[in-house]
């Protein structure tokens, strides 16, 4: 990372910048792909493990700002539909991947990302059923193609759609890929649907566990392989601190606030790490199954959502 920082010294400053609150997450984003496309931004394998921690770290802080009571209520109220989302989403995506002739563990990876959180489900579930190289990667790519692009999109639908905080943050918790993403549409939409998305997001993100147990047992993989995101232990233990630990409120906040900004400049570090070659492998019918089971899952939670 030393090497990288003095290689690529404008490329950090420009990050650190990320950390002004006039910059906003989609436009992280673009600044990161545009200084990647520029030849300006280090490799991705170089930005890899430093992204995944500092996100990491930021969702713990995020922890601070989430009242305990909220956080169980809004768990047991939405727990039917993060239950039905993700039970529905793995169905679909077996169905859709026997029709397509779509490799088998491909599919299955694909629609564990989208059934729960991304990356962070792929990387749990892939070691778990013995996925290759490949096979991984294609899935990662496919998501985090989509991920970058509901960034975007989320806001302007919630927008147009006259979407309450609450209702939008329960929307991207569940249709959004990535914590990072959902975490960066919910800020840009408002405080109360950044709190909504992030406590939401994270009760579903738990579902990693199982499912990786589930996914050893159906593909014959080892159980002993299932690699559990240490964030969501230390997630629960912010939130409980901020709760029986009241007298540090103030400090709390300013814990929540920088969490915020450091999950721009992920974004930022995340666009940079986009490749061509990302793009052309998540090409065909894994790309179009992706899409598939996001639009599914949207438009499904969406409807849910605006009637209830």
């Known amino acids: 990372?030393?090497?990288?920082?003095?290689?690529?010294?404008?490329?950090?400053?420009?990050?650190?910048?990320?950390?002004?609150?006039?910059?906003?997450?989609?436009?992280?984003?673009?600044?990161?792909?545009?200084?990647?496309?520029?030849?300006?931004?280090?490799?991705?394998?170089?930005?890899?493990?430093?992204?995944?921690?500092?996100?990491?770290?930021?969702?713990?802080?995020?922890?601070?700002?989430?009242?305990?009571?909220?956080?169980?209520?809004?768990?047991?109220?939405?727990?039917?539909?993060?239950?039905?989302?993700?039970?529905?989403?793995?169905?679909?995506?077996?169905?859709?991947?026997?029709t397509m002739k779509i490799d088998p563990k491909s599919g299955y990876l694909i629609g564990a990302g989208t059934a729960i959180c991304g990356g962070s489900a792929i990387a749990a579930v892939a070691p778990a059923i013995d996925a290759k190289q490949q096979q991984t990667a294609l899935a990662l790519a496919t998501v985090f193609i989509l991920n970058s692009i509901a960034l975007f999109v989320f806001p302007v639908v919630g927008h147009?759609?006259?979407?309450?905080?609450?209702?939008?943050?329960?929307?991207?918790?569940?249709?959004?890929?990535?914590?990072?993403?959902?975490?960066?549409?919910?800020?840009?939409?408002?405080?109360?649907?950044?709190?909504?998305a992030t406590t939401v997001k994270l009760a579903r993100a738990l579902w990693i566990i199982p499912l990786a147990f589930i996914s050893a047992l159906l593909f014959g993989g080892s159980r002993n392989k299932i690699k559990v995101p240490w964030f969501i232990g230390f997630y629960c233990l912010a939130i409980a601190i901020s709760y029986y630990f009241p007298a540090a409120e103030q400090a709390y906040q300013w814990i929540f606030e920088l969490s915020k900004r450091l999950l721009v400049v992920c974004l930022m570090l995340i666009g940079a790490a986009i490749t061509v070659?990302?793009?052309?492998?998540?090409?065909?019918?894994?790309l179009l199954l992706g899409v598939m089971l996001w639009l599914a899952i949207s438009c499904g939670s969406l409807l849910y959502i605006m009637h209830h």
């Open 160 to 196: 147009l759609l006259d979407l309450s905080q609450q209702q939008f943050g329960i929307w991207a918790a569940i249709a959004i890929h990535d914590t990072s993403s959902v975490v960066g549409a919910a800020s840009s939409y408002g405080s109360e649907a950044l709190t909504t």
């Open 277 to 286: 070659q990302q793009m052309r492998q998540a090409g065909g019918k894994t």
């Open 1 to 98: 990372m030393q090497a990288a920082i003095r290689q690529y010294p404008h490329f950090f400053v420009i990050a650190l910048i990320c950390l002004i609150p006039i910059v906003s997450s989609p436009v992280a984003l673009i600044v990161g792909m545009v200084l990647a496309h520029l030849g300006w931004a280090p490799k991705s394998a170089q930005l890899a493990k430093p992204t995944k921690l500092l996100l990491s770290v930021s969702i713990v802080g995020l922890g601070f700002g989430i009242h305990l009571d909220s956080a169980i209520e809004m768990t047991q109220t939405h727990l039917g539909l993060i239950i039905s989302s993700i039970v529905a989403t793995l169905l679909l995506a077996f169905i859709l991947t026997k």
